[in-house]
């Protein structure tokens, strides 16, 4: 699930717009996927979610999708939506996309365009006007669309798939993740004697400190990782293998992660998906897991859902359990909005 931010004015007039618009808002280009932009009872655009085609038209499978996708845009008082199915198939996209209509209207969700692209053509299964929408569909090129390059020239990214976006989190290899394990050795050195006692999932355990002198550590950790978050600018400053590594065994410590979860806000979340992308892609197990887990936690506060899920797969493969990840994954699959989230010191 992927919600534009407040500075974004996306504006869609024509199927092509929409084509154009969805690999920036998802963050790659899909396959084999069904996209739904939702709207608001101003025709605002509220967030774009995908999910995968069932391998089959099979009937269970259709339905299960169906249900998941009619809950999520209810849950998020949806008024209006398009539909994309992407498949090099488009006799098996095509009653599937019928279903889904269905059960849009008994869900009082009105379908303003259904299309299928198969990457050079796409068909509207809404409109019957034969002069617009022909039989042998429309042709389409998103290299040359303005949409594509205003996206571009903002700053968007689209990747060329979902491995590509998998794989650009992917963890160090060769010569640097011999470096990074080499420095997360000396840092666990230098912070394990003074470290806060069994508050950790994974990573360093070290004795308990006194109550003061606990707080007055996890707070001296978390403001390092926020100094280093504010002086991360992509393109620019880059934190050495040592600050990665710094920060990577700080936030293992739960007390120091949760001081930057709690953080968090919508207007910081950006940032925080930039330096903690960053973290993930340097560090290696078992403290890739927390930064992975803050990942995901500021890509679904931003709105990149598809992010967050790729940040969860990292987490999970290096602890399954790990209840933080859990609680995101929970966000995820239930389709809560991000606009839910009160920074804990806002609540107060």
């Known amino acids: 699930m992927s919600t534009p931010t407040s500075t974004d004015r996306v504006t869609l007039r024509a199927p092509d717009d929409v084509l154009a618009k969805v690999p920036f808002l998802i963050g790659f280009h899909p396959t084999e996927s069904l996209v739904a932009l939702a709207f608001g009872d101003a025709r605002q655009l509220k967030f774009a979610t995908r999910i995968d085609l069932p391998a089959s038209t099979d009937g269970d499978a259709v339905a299960d999708m169906t249900r998941r996708l009619v809950s999520l845009l209810c849950a998020r008082s949806t008024c209006y939506c398009v539909l994309v199915a992407y498949t090099a198939c488009r006799e098996d996209a095509t009653p599937i996309l019928r279903t889904v209509l269905a059960s849009f209207g008994d869900a009082g969700i009105s379908v303003l365009d259904a299309l299928v692209a198969d990457g050079r053509r796409w068909w509207s299964d809404v409109c019957a006007d034969l002069t617009c929408c022909p039989p042998e ?7 040359r669309h303005p949409v594509t390059a205003r996206s571009i020239y903002g700053g968007e990214v689209a990747l060329a798939d979902q491995e590509a976006l998998r794989g650009s989190l992917a963890a160090p290899s ?10 997360i050795r000396r840092v666990e050195a230098e912070v394990s004697p003074e470290g806060a006692s069994d508050r950790v999932e ?3 355990r070290a004795a308990a400190l006194g109550p003061d002198s606990e707080v007055a550590v996890v707070q001296s950790r978390a403001a390092f990782v926020g100094e280093l978050l504010r002086a991360h600018r992509p393109g620019g400053h880059r934190a050495s293998d040592e600050e990665i590594a710094r920060v990577a065994v700080h936030v293992a410590d739960v007390a120091v992660r949760d001081e930057v979860w709690s953080s968090m806000t919508a207007a910081s979340a950006p940032a925080h998906v930039a330096f903690w992308t960053e973290v993930v892609r340097r560090v290696v197990a078992p403290y890739d897991v927390a930064p992975a887990a803050l990942l995901a936690f500021a890509a679904w506060l931003h709105g990149k859902g598809a992010l967050a899920r790729c940040a969860l797969e990292r987490a999970h493969a290096s ?6 990840a859990r609680l995101i994954e929970d966000l995820l699959l239930r389709g809560v909005p991000p606009e839910v989230w009160t920074p804990p010191h806002q609540a107060c």
């Open 137 to 143: 569909g429309r042709p389409y090129d998103l290299s």
């Open 174 to 183: 060769g010569p640097a993740r011999a470096a990074m394990e080499a420095t």
């Open 202 to 204: 994974g990573g360093v």
């Open 319 to 324: 602890d399954p359990g790990y209840t933080m």
